[in-house]
């Protein structure tokens, strides 16, 4: 278990002789997984990394250029604001009055100063992504020479299980997913040639239609698979470019194209993948019982499933209702009341998508500020649709925050048991807080006891001297006391963290007593051989089945009152315990997928 501080190592220590037995077995299941490097890729990517490199230095050529331009452009005002400044103080005129006349001088050194600093940011990111990459390229090389690797696995307060290795992991980036596989080769068995299609058409990016559809997509596009080995220079293929994961995609067509060679023979190693449906929105929902909304989320099935629920299209399907029944396009900015001009809302219409509403729905649930959602929606306007919408900051702001606000309301109605959760746990965190206590629970069947605890701080002065010149900064430390505001912030997701390294952990034991011995897992996203997925499909509903069998948050508010001595108010539930079947989670063919 991870433990930062002095703190955090006496809680472990406390807690050393009660670690569950079940956790440490599906801890101990996990890094039994024999992986190795998918050597296949290796050449590829190394070639095509090189070619990256290169754009990347022509490209940060070019941006240094503009840097530099900017530079001199932010040093020329400064000596201008300089020599205004002492002409105005030579003709005795007041700081105000100096302040009031330079002010749209500060402006524009205020302007040149952010336009300098983007353009530093953008050729950090350039070249930090450029070495990021090539770090784990190295790794992958320096692993390909075992035939078999092992991943040591940690595990935070809440339960939640990350590899110690940092990069190259089962949990990275698109890249390093792509150079792992599984050190032990399987037949696709019965099912197994379906789940590897679909697995092919998820990392292509066709996820939101039926699995039929996803085997059909792969069946169709045979020659356009195949057609990325017709270049030495796989990365040329446009094909694979426009593929969702890239790297994934590769390694998926290295076996599709031994599969298509020898279909009897063929033996997979990739991790097939099946992600949670809005998994944080699916624990709530069956907390809840929340009808509507597990059907949205896939815990549910709906009547025909043809195709999985998608919550993020339905909240953009929402929002532009909202959109639609809105006249005065009114937002509220630096506390004034400000109207949007409605040609803009025309224009960004057609552009409000799942896409952009994904981020904060996903976020939502593990309590995103609203400033931090609005940041995620001017962050998809810049990136996606700047060229397109060519606004100024302004304008986008001013978008960003009618959009986030509509966002919102397209939430609270489509996912209203989340805000009700979230009202709930806040209370139980005042309670405890008010007693100067952290925060404590056990996970369901697993048995971890979780401690949350978040200090509040105090300002302190530090002073110092250097070359005869005093020096002063101000900085915050830590006090002994709980900070109410942070506890109410964290209790919520971090509740539902727990719950879901619970759902992960039973899982994991489920699926090895079923006989699977290799697991590629994400928090919400389980994988193994394509050959055992419908067992792991299996042993994910059933388990889930299991932990929502009982109400996990009647025996939560039993737990609080005693262990602080409260009375909290009963849970607001969307539907009755009676009426939300949970044993139908067992048909929901999307649950994960």
Not at 225 to 232: A, K, R, V
Not at 419 to 435: H, L
Not at 478 to 502: C, R, V, W, Y
Request: aromatic share 10%; with cysteine.
């Amino acid at each position: 278990m991870k433990a930062k501080t002095k703190r955090d190592r006496a809680n472990v220590e406390s807690l050393r002789d009660t670690f569950s037995p079940l956790l440490l077995k599906a801890i101990s299941i996990m890094e039994d997984t024999s992986w190795q490097i998918n050597s296949d890729l290796l050449d590829d990517i190394e070639i095509y990394h090189k070619r990256l490199k290169s754009q990347a230095k022509e490209e940060t050529k070019e941006l240094d250029k503009e840097k530099r331009k900017r530079y001199k452009n932010l040093k020329n005002i400064k000596i201008k604001l300089q020599g205004q400044k002492e002409l105005l103080e030579e003709m005795g005129l007041s700081t105000e009055k100096i302040d009031e006349a330079l002010h749209k001088r500060y402006q524009e050194q205020k302007t040149a100063k952010i336009a300098h600093q983007e353009i530093l940011t953008e050729i950090g990111k350039i070249k930090s992504e450029i070495n990021i990459d090539k770090i784990t390229i190295d790794k992958a090389k320096k692993y390909a020479q075992y035939s078999e690797i092992y991943f040591v696995w940690q595990v935070d307060f809440r339960g939640r299980t990350y590899p110690a290795q940092p990069l190259l992991n089962p949990q990275g980036d698109d890249l390093a997913k792509s150079m792992l596989r599984f050190a032990i080769k399987k037949p696709l068995g019965k099912n197994g040639e379906k789940w590897f299609k679909i697995h092919g058409a998820n990392l292509y990016g066709e996820d939101k239609i039926s699995f039929d559809d996803r085997v059909r997509w792969v069946n169709e596009h045979r020659d356009d698979i195949l057609g990325i080995f017709d270049s030495s220079e796989r990365f040329e293929s446009q094909f694979l470019q426009n593929a969702d994961k890239p790297y994934g995609f590769l390694a998926f067509a290295y076996e599709y194209r031994e599969f298509i060679r020898d279909p009897d023979s063929f033996r997979s190693a990739l991790p097939i993948a099946m992600d949670g449906s809005n998994n944080g929105f699916q624990h709530i929902t069956a907390l809840l019982r929340d009808k509507k909304g597990a059907l949205r989320v896939n815990v549910l099935p709906s009547k025909d499933q043809k195709t999985p629920n998608d919550i993020y299209k339905d909240v953009a399907t929402k929002t532009r209702k909202l959109i639609d029944n809105d006249s005065e396009y009114i937002i509220t900015k630096d506390k004034k009341v400000v109207q949007i001009d409605e040609k803009y809302i025309d224009e960004i219409y057609e552009y409000i998508t799942r896409d952009l509403t994904k981020k904060n729905v996903m976020t939502e649930v593990y309590g995103a500020s609203s400033n931090s959602k609005l940041d995620q929606i001017k962050t998809y306007i810049e990136g996606k649709l700047g060229d397109i919408l060519q606004w100024d900051d302004e304008t986008i702001d001013g978008i960003s925050i009618y959009l986030r606000d509509r966002i919102e309301e397209a939430m609270e109605q489509e996912l209203s048991s989340s805000a009700v959760y979230k009202k709930w746990m806040k209370a139980i965190a005042k309670e405890a807080t008010s007693q100067n206590r952290e925060l404590r629970w056990k996970t369901p069947i697993i048995g971890l006891e979780v401690i949350q605890e978040e200090f509040g701080t105090k300002q302190d002065k530090i002073s110092t001297k250097y070359n005869g010149k005093k020096n002063s900064m101000q900085i915050r430390i830590p006090t002994d006391k709980m900070s109410e505001k942070k506890q109410s912030k964290g209790i919520a997701p971090n509740f539902i963290h727990s719950l879901d390294a619970t759902h992960l952990f039973l899982t994991v034991l489920k699926s090895c007593k079923n006989g699977i011995d290799s697991f590629a897992t994400i928090h919400d996203s389980f994988g193994t051989h394509a050959c055992d997925i419908d067992i792991l499909l299996k042993a994910t509903k059933d388990t889930f089945v299991q932990m929502y069998g009982v109400d996990i948050l009647a025996s939560l508010k039993r737990d609080i009152e005693q262990e602080y001595s409260v009375l909290l108010k009963d849970i607001e539930y969307q539907d009755s315990v009676e009426s939300f079947d949970i044993e139908s989670v067992r048909d929901s063919l999307y649950i994960f997928s």
